[in-house]
Antibody, heavy 114, light 111 residues
Framework: DVQLVESGGGLVRPGGSLRLSCRAS????????MHWVRHISGKGLLWVSR????????DYADSVRDRFTISRDNVENTLYLQMNSLRVEDSGIYYC???????WGQGTLVTVSS | DVVLTQTPLSLTVAPGQSASISCISS???????????QYWHHQRPGQSPQLLIY???NRFSGVPDRFSGSGSGSNFTLTISRVETADVGLYYC?????????FGQGTKLEI
């Protein structure tokens, strides 16, 4: 079965950093584009970033560009999101998805607050 | 950015009845390759979203045929036939025609 398991979320002060991980199993990770999507309670879903299978293409939402970095390790079958200079508005549940949402992880909660 | 407008934002349906959700895009979601990059996701309370429909009308693996998608260009509809209690939650329209991908506001379905 396809499984995506996120980790790394937590409470951080504005200006701080977090590194999210998404461990994949049950499929050939190295052949899929992967994405991060944020869910904000009461406000819906926001696409954050995507990466192609060999890391030659990385794209970001305007609101996170230059602060967040997406990467992957195709040996460890893991997707990452390095989040720097965090803002209150970055708070939410972060999901990794395989492709355009064919499979979603359970999410990891990020709370940015002073 | 492409704006997706869903209507209604909330609806209540009796078990066994049908429900329809509309998604209108600010631009056509049909690409030059002829494919239309429009999707429907369902998020049950307390759970992760799940893909229901991709490219207008294709049901994702394991999705019951009670769920059907239709439409073209910039106008799309999700129809749920014979609604069940498990269908509660939020339904989101999404596009992937260009970056950034965006979602509709979500439609809350109550039974």
């Amino acid at each position: 079965d396809v499984q995506l398991v996120e980790s790394g979320g937590g409470l951080v002060r504005p200006g701080g950093s977090l590194r999210l991980s998404c461990r994949a199993s049950g499929f050939t990770f190295s052949t899929y584009w992967m994405h991060w999507v944020r869910h904000i309670s009461g406000k819906g879903l926001l696409w954050v970033s995507r990466i192609n299978n060999d890391e030659t293409i990385r794209d970001y939402a305007d609101s996170v560009r230059d602060r967040f970095t997406i990467s992957r390790d195709n040996v460890e079958n893991t997707l990452y999101l390095q989040m720097n200079s965090l803002r209150v508005e970055d708070s939410g549940i972060y999901y990794c998805t395989r492709g355009l949402g064919g499979y979603w992880g359970q999410g990891t909660l990020v709370t940015v607050s002073s | 950015d492409v704006v997706l407008t869903q209507t209604p934002l909330s609806l209540t349906v009796a078990p066994g009845q049908s429900a329809s959700i509309s998604c209108i895009s600010s631009q056509s979601l049909q690409d030059t390759d002829g494919r239309t990059y429009q999707y429907w996701h369902h998020q049950r309370p307390g759970q992760s979203p799940q893909l229901l429909i991709y490219e207008i009308f294709n049901r994702f693996s394991g999705v019951p045929d009670r769920f059907s998608g239709s439409g073209s260009g910039s106008n799309f509809t999700l129809t749920i036939s014979r609604v069940e209690t498990a269908d509660v939650g939020l339904y989101y329209c999404m596009h992937a025609i260009e970056l950034p991908y965006t979602f509709g506001q979500g439609t809350k379905l109550e039974i």
